[in-house]
């Protein structure tokens, strides 16, 4: 994996997870309780399974997409799904919006007010990320990290943006891959 400098900030698997784990012990020692994880997709889906088992609160997912372009590195329009997908009751309380970084800020301004608009029953919202960047308008309740330099985050999973089903087999073969699937 390549050195992190102050424009790229590379990120391991192992990283990533002790990441997420100190966010939940931050979020935790506030001493704030919450009924509902509502993770955003793509990018909270990994923290919020996380912060759902260990919370043990209901785990909801909202996807918003605005970086397409340029295999994922420029922000364009904001879509917010029109539902929150969740596996019993509906989402209400004190929710706690979740995903892996805050960059423009855009997504959870949008999505905060979205919730406030569309969902009566959500008594607070809180946000939190792992990662929060000095160019965002946002400032997340919770944040693991603050970078003032506003580095472009290479987190362990981008490996697969540049990889399709039909390329795997060769990928793997090559030792890129996981080489212990068990």
């Not at 990533?16 to 020692?29: P, Q």
């Not at 596996?87 to 999505?111: C, E, F, M, Q, R």
């Not at 540049?162 to 030792?175: D, E, N, S, V």
């Amino acid at each position: 994996m390549p050195e992190s400098t102050e424009s790229d900030l590379w990120v391991t698997w192992d990283a990533y997870h002790r990441a997420i784990e100190r966010l939940a012990l931050l979020i935790h020692d506030s001493g704030w309780k919450f009924d509902h994880v509502l993770c955003l997709a793509r990018g909270g889906l990994r923290p919020g399974d996380v912060f759902s088992r260990i919370f043990d609160v209901p785990l909801a997912i909202l996807s918003t997409s605005s970086y397409r372009d340029g295999n994922g590195t420029q922000q364009g329009a904001l879509d917010i799904a029109p539902h929150v997908t969740m596996t019993t009751g509906s989402l209400g309380g004190k929710v706690l919006l979740i995903d892996d970084l805050v960059d423009s800020g855009v997504t959870l301004a949008n999505v905060s007010a979205h919730l406030a608009e569309h969902f009566p029953a959500v008594t607070e919202v809180r946000t939190a990320v792992i990662w929060y960047k000095a160019c965002s308008v946002f400032r997340p309740d919770f944040y693991l990290e603050y970078l003032a330099g506003n580095p472009w985050i290479h987190q362990p999973f981008e490996e697969y943006d540049g990889i399709r089903a039909h390329q795997l087999g060769a990928w793997m073969k090559k030792g890129e891959g996981l080489s212990d699937l068990s």
